[in-house]
């Protein structure tokens, strides 16, 4: 069996450690600093749920709310992430 993505060093998740990420998930879309990943969890700081994209091409979420605190997602749960805004 062929192995379509490769485990780089300071690739994928821990690559992105600092930056404003997007979390697609099973049920919500999570934005926010990246400051921890485990095998299980990431951390983000200065988050938001993105209820409501808008085009994606653009600066701003149509509707993001802010989290009071830090917010903690199961990996298992999230379906693809990037840099997005």
Do not use: C
């Amino acid at each position: 069996m062929k192995r379509l993505v490769e485990d780089v060093e300071n690739e994928g998740l821990m690559g992105l450690m600092g930056q404003r990420v997007t979390l697609f998930g099973l049920n919500y879309i999570y934005t926010g600093k990246l400051v921890g990943v485990n095998t299980d969890f990431v951390k983000l700081e200065d988050a938001a749920i993105v209820y409501e994209t808008g085009e994606l091409n653009t600066r701003d979420w149509k509707d993001a709310q802010s989290l009071p605190h830090a917010v903690y997602v199961m990996l298992r749960t999230v379906e693809s992430f990037m840099i997005l805004k």
